[in-house]
């Protein structure tokens, strides 16, 4: 079964840093776009920032200069480095992926976290 397993939340002091992982497990044949999003208490999910097929990558203007997205293909992971962090980064941090995945030629997933709690608290 094709799936996604996070890691690497917890609490974090204001200006601290965090790293999560996400890891596809499964028949991945070949990755697409890769995302994380977050969703605070109370409001709805947000992308945080993403890394297009073709190695583009995007953040939102509330990551920029702070948050760093890497994916490593050849691991079927991503990371999402969290630095300076401040109160209001706190949320549940989820990884999304598309993928082609599975038997014989696959077919198109697009699969999703389990989430990872990131708080951010003095």
């Known amino acids: 079964q094709v799936r996604l397993e996070e890691s690497g939340g917890g609490l974090a002091q204001p200006g601290e840093s965090l790293r999560l992982s996400c890891a596809a497990f499964g028949k991945i044949l070949s990755i697409y776009s890769t995302d994380w999003y977050r969703q605070a208490p109370g409001k709805q999910r947000e992308l945080v920032a993403a890394?297009?097929?073709?190695?583009?990558?995007n953040y939102a203007d509330f990551a920029k200069g702070r948050f760093a997205i890497r994916r490593n293909d050849a691991e079927n992971t991503i990371y999402l480095q969290l630095n300076s962090l401040k109160p209001e980064d706190t949320a549940v941090y989820y990884c999304n992926m598309s993928v082609v995945a599975g038997s014989g030629w696959g077919r198109y997933q697009e699969l999703w976290g389990q989430g990872t709690l990131v708080t951010v608290s003095s």
């Open positions: 890394v297009a097929a073709n190695g583009n990558i």
